[in-house]
């Protein structure tokens, strides 16, 4: 079994860079709360791949480029 | 989240907070007219018995009103419920089995206590063990939403 991993995600850093967008904003975006997108940016809450997918979409990039194992 | 803000509470933890608030109340209601008229008042006064199972299923229509509510909201298109809400709802009934057990350990021993001597426990007891446990898995289901949103 592979060891847990941890994930880190950029979404705080890319809401900045994407016209200093609000955490209110890219939840109506990815179809989510607001307080998941404060967890997320905390990283204590890992989102569906769906959810994944949608952030990446929002900020017009790869998942890859928004969430990275902790290891890697 | 600026520094100081306050964590913004969904419409799944705000829903459940007021509804466990009002089957609180009403559980709670139900449960001083039993202490005050006595459990023996559930057979021999059809008036307290009436009015009890009354205040409980007003309590279970408010618990059927709030998974109604959470449905709705979860097909709204503005995402007022979404997945992680839910991975908290399937969490909130975790406790729920101990919180029954705990109760039934307290009805049991006190049962058992009370009616030692005589070996007969009157029947009424039954409806009351019967209520107290339905109730204890409205009150914990709900009770662990809220909790789980503060582990999540």
Redesign the interface.
Same mark, same amino acid.
């Given at each position: 079994m592979p060891p847990k991993a941890d994930i880190r995600n950029e979404v705080r850093r890319l809401r900045f860079e994407h016209g200093q967008m609000t &955490?209110q904003q890219l939840? @109506?975006r990815i179809?989510? $709360?607001? &307080? $998941?997108v404060?967890?997320l @940016?905390q990283g204590?809450?890992v989102?569906?791949l769906?959810?994944a997918l949608r952030i990446a979409h929002a900020f017009g990039t790869t998942v890859e480029a928004v969430f990275t194992l902790e290891a890697d | 989240?600026p520094p100081g803000e306050e /964590?913004?509470?969904?419409?799944l933890?705000r829903y459940a907070g007021w509804t466990l608030l009002e089957i609180g109340f009403l559980t709670a209601l139900a449960a001083a007219i039993i202490v005050f008229f006595g459990p023996e008042a559930w057979w021999s006064q059809d008036g307290v018995r009436i009015t009890v199972t009354l205040i409980l299923l007003v309590a279970l229509a408010s618990y059927l009103v709030f998974y109604m509510a959470i449905r709705k909201l979860r097909d709204h298109d =503005?995402? /007022?419920? =979404?997945?992680? =809400?839910l991975v908290i709802l399937n969490r909130s009934g975790v406790g729920v089995g101990g919180a029954m057990m705990v109760v039934m350990a307290v009805w049991m021993i006190a049962l058992v206590e009370a009616y030692n001597d005589t070996g007969m426990v009157p029947s009424y007891y039954l409806y009351l063990v019967f209520w107290s446990l339905v109730m204890t898995n409205v009150i914990a289901s709900l009770a662990g939403i809220l909790m789980a949103y503060r582990r999540?």
């Open positions: &955490q939840a @109506e179809g989510c $709360t607001r &307080q $998941t404060i967890m @940016e204590r809450y989102p569906s769906a959810l | 989240m /964590l913004p509470a969904t419409h933890q =503005d995402a /007022l419920v =979404d997945e992680r =809400d999540a």
